[in-house]
């Protein structure tokens, strides 16, 4: 093997182990501002959690705000991805649906991502490295879900009452995240009796649809 081989394996290794390093950090952090808050999550802690020192972290990060960005970024752009996979549904009330549906799957199936996008409470500022600010990144899920909205009552699709766009949207989401949300935080009480949870969002879906729509069938 040649030099210039062996030099470039083992420069993808130590980007291969630079990238893992910094999802370990990312998803330990993830875990600890769920489990303690955004606030009360040290550099330290997070460092420890893995197993590092505090000064390795800071090779990747060059702090909580920095990290929590990135967190941010990296969750809300994979729930956007996740909605934008059902594709061009030409009616905006079959899409609502099916939007509320690839959003359950996504909690369900991203449970720690869930819980530190809408289940925590983190006040900061969307800066880059520079101190630019950054979009929002949870605009393109909410956006998508606000132009579908906004959509179904230029259509005429909704009740003429329901013409807020924002409101309606926040009563589909609002819904939609209840069910989760309760199902996350009291899926082991005895006296509460859950079904399967994608089901009961269908169901769900289909009766606030039915009871917005204009003239439903």
């Known amino acids: 093997m040649s030099t210039d081989a062996i030099r470039s394996g083992s420069l993808a290794r130590r980007e291969r182990q630079k990238a893992e390093t910094r999802q370990a950090i990312l998803d330990a ?25 505090p000064t390795a972290i800071y090779h990747h990060f060059r702090d909580k705000d920095a990290l929590l960005v990135e967190l941010c970024v990296a969750d809300f ?22 939007m509320g549906m690839a959003y359950t799957d996504f909690a369900l199936d991203n449970p720690s991502q869930y819980r530190f996008m809408f289940m925590t409470v983190h006040d900061h500022h969307m800066v880059d490295e520079g101190g630019m600010p950054l979009k929002s990144p949870e605009e393109d899920a909410y956006g998508f879900l606000l132009a579908t ?69």
């Open 29 to 53: 952090a993830r875990e600890l501002f769920v489990q303690d808050g955004v606030e009360a999550t040290t550099m330290r802690a997070i460092a420890a959690k893995i197993g590092y020192t």
């Open 77 to 98: 752009s994979a729930l956007g991805a996740a909605l934008h996979r059902i594709g061009r549904i030409e009616d905006p009330v079959e899409r609502l649906k099916r």
């Open 149 to 217: 909205v906004q959509e179904g009552i230029d259509a005429g699709r909704f009740r003429p009452e329901l013409n807020d766009a924002p409101e309606l949207a926040m009563m589909v989401w609002g819904g939609i995240h209840g069910v989760i949300s309760l199902w996350f935080t009291h899926q082991n009480d005895p006296n509460i009796t859950f079904r399967d949870v994608r089901e009961t969002v269908r169901t769900m879906c289909d009766t606030m649809m039915r009871g917005a729509i204009r003239n439903p069938s």
